[in-house]
């Protein structure tokens, strides 16, 4: 549990780190889709920082391992779809784009995964 909330508030820094990034270090290097797809990226990174925050401390509330397990499916989601959204925008590989919806089914797995643990637990 412990990791998964250091995990989270890392990666909550990390997606506000890259955000400002995108919105200051690559406005004049990359055209404006690859900013926005840079944004969509930073956005996701933040919102599951987030919630890998929620499974930790959840679990922590309630004592249930599927809630850590969750998060860290949505940690291994958001590294597979920001990440290569992140790489994509940097390197310009544009065949990136195929594997973020690998990242992004894990997310929904990982949130799916959360809502049946705490079915389970409530």
């Known amino acids: 549990m412990k990791i998964l909330l250091v995990l989270g508030a890392l990666n909550g820094a990390l997606a506000v780190i ?31 920082a987030l919630a890998m925050l929620l499974c930790g401390l959840l679990a922590k509330a309630f004592g ?16 597979v779809f920001s990440g290569s959204l ?5 390197s310009g590989q544009k065949w990136l784009g195929a594997i973020t919806p690998l990242g992004g089914t894990a997310l929904i797995i ?13």
């Open 18 to 48: 890259f955000g400002a990034f995108g919105a200051h270090g690559l406005k004049s290097r990359v055209d404006d889709s690859m900013l926005a797809v840079w944004s969509t990226a930073s956005e996701y990174h933040f919102y599951h």
């Open 64 to 79: 249930a391992s599927g809630m850590v397990t969750a998060g860290w499916v949505l940690f291994a989601g958001t590294l």
């Open 86 to 90: 992140y790489v994509m925008v940097l």
């Open 110 to 122: 990982g949130w799916l995964m959360l809502a049946w643990s705490l079915f389970k637990a409530v």
